[in-house]
């Protein structure tokens, strides 16, 4: 049957990449063999929704394996995994059997599957640990102890979990490629044909019953050492380029970027999207997009590529259509249940935003989480990070010691702080810019919110400060 292929007790060693290659697969079955590897052309099946991998020789599985979106039930019990395959962190849907293994600990980001009852690994030497299945907690491998703790206290409140809304989406891409024009198309609006000049932030969309809060990139190169603070790994991904005359460098750098955010791989789900698809015939464009996505199969999390025409009458169906399956599938990363607290947190720091107050101390901070019932500094560690991965906050953990103290509760402001110095409307003269140039620039601004925001930008390495040959202080600038 070519949509429940069975090669049961077959003694394979090996299996045929044409296997994988089958779209029509459904279910799959390859128990009782030899096998040492999955081939990552399993990605291919990708309708795929029951894989038995039972009494085999595996110890990993591919990376693509998380592709599987469909995928609803793994076994994988009887083989010589030591630890389990970190493509599953992206298959928070798929219930997951890995009993009779060599797992000696149950990794941090399976916590979901555990909670959710989605985990089946009794019996390894964890659980023989532990008590089995329903014997006391795994062994949870030490990722950070306290916030695990932290999260732990969290989803156990007595307050009913909530999906967390909006998702965050993003386009990136070069310049002059058509971001900014999807954009306006999706949201129903005309397009000036104005370029973004640095970053658009959080604009609302709504597909059918799903919410986006939309992130418009800047493409020009100068732009790149800011994207740092806005690039999270709870973000569904439009990768935008010229179907025509595509750039692969430049793909490639999107693609890198986004992939360094993930918290574990293989990163957020990325959509590639071809515009200018009017510039082609219709077989011409498919046939382009398949070879991109050929060469960006095994990369991240790269779930589609699809052609567009953003002109006027051009039909974006098929991106509207990819973007919300991949968000339903994705809910895990994209749409997380959150305790209600969270929600009425995120709702205060609104507060800040109406009063023009853009950032606040990690005190001020604390205090409003105190006020909804969240008392532990891990916690509310937790709840900030939680905050800064969808777009809400931007904050900065303890590794950078400077920064610790600011939270800033209007990402648009850092973005509008930057655009002053490092744009395309503003000519920095060979790239160095005077203190008093910038106390202009910032005038505005309170000299305390100067400070933390030129300590912030050297810190990372947006703007370098240096010594003129006059022994005057200035910065270096992308220009």
């Known amino acids: 049957n070519a949509k429940f292929p069975r090669v049961s007790a077959f003694v394979l060693k090996t299996t045929s990449v044409e296997l994988f290659c089958c779209v029509a697969v459904t279910k799959l079955d390859l128990s009782h063999n030899y096998l040492s590897t999955v081939p990552e052309e399993l990605a291919a099946a990708v309708n795929l929704t029951s894989a038995n991998f039972s009494w085999n020789c595996l110890r990993v599985l591919p990376d693509t394996f998380g592709r599987l979106i469909y995928l609803t039930d793994l076994n994988i019990e009887h083989n010589s995994f030591e630890t389990l395959p970190l493509c599953l962190t992206d298959m928070p849907q798929t219930n997951v059997w890995c009993g009779f293994n060599q797992l000696g600990q149950i990794p941090l980001f399976m916590l979901h599957h555990l909670q959710s009852g989605k985990l089946s690994y009794s019996p390894n030497p964890c659980s023989d ?55 306006a198309r999706l949201l129903g609006r005309s397009h000036d044909g104005i370029s973004t000049d640095g970053v658009a932030a959080a604009v609302l969309l709504t597909l059918r019953d799903l919410h986006f809060s939309v992130w418009d990139f800047g493409g020009q190169a100068v732009f790149h050492p800011t994207h740092q603070f806005f690039l999270t790994s709870r973000a569904l991904y439009l990768v935008v380029f010229d179907l025509e005359k595509p750039d692969f460098h430049r793909i490639d750098y ?66 509207v259509e990819l973007i919300y399956k991949t968000a339903l599938t994705r809910q895990q990363i994209l749409r997380d249940k959150v305790p209600a607290f969270y929600i009425g947190i995120a709702t205060a720091l609104k507060k800040y935003q109406c009063a023009k107050k853009n950032t606040v101390s990690w005190v001020e901070f604390k205090e409003l989480c105190k006020q909804h019932g969240v008392t532990e500094d891990a916690q509310a560690k937790q709840v900030a990070l939680f905050l800064h991965e969808v777009g809400k906050i931007l904050y900065f953990d303890s590794k950078y010691s400077s920064l610790s103290n600011l939270v800033v509760v209007n990402p648009q402001f850092l973005a509008d702080i930057m655009r002053t110095i490092i744009t395309f409307h503003f000519n920095v003269k060979n ?42 202080h200035a910065f270096l600038v992308p220009w």
């Open 431 to 472: 790239g160095i810019l005077l203190p008093e140039t910038l106390a202009l620039l910032w005038a505005q601004y309170e000299p305390q919110t100067r400070e933390m925001i030129t300590d912030l930008l050297v810190t990372f390495s947006v703007i370098h400060p240096i010594t003129l040959p006059d022994a005057a």
């Open 129 to 183: 640990r532990c008590g089995g299945d329903e014997g006391g907690d795994p062994h949870v491998a030490h990722e950070d102890l306290s916030l695990l703790r932290a999260m732990v206290d969290l989803c156990s409140t007595s307050t009913a979990p909530i999906s967390w809304d909006p998702m965050k989406l993003v386009l990136v891409g070069p310049e002059n490629v058509g971001k900014t024009s999807i954009l």
């Open 254 to 319: 999107w693609l890198r970027q986004i992939q360094k955010t993930a918290r574990q791989p293989p990163g957020p789900p990325v959509i590639l999207v071809g515009t200018r698809a009017d510039k082609v015939t219709p077989d011409a464009a498919c046939d382009l997009c398949a070879s991109v996505l050929q060469r960006y199969r095994f990369v991240g999390k790269v779930v589609a590529c699809v052609p567009v025409c953003t002109l006027e009458g051009g039909d974006l169906s098929e991106l």
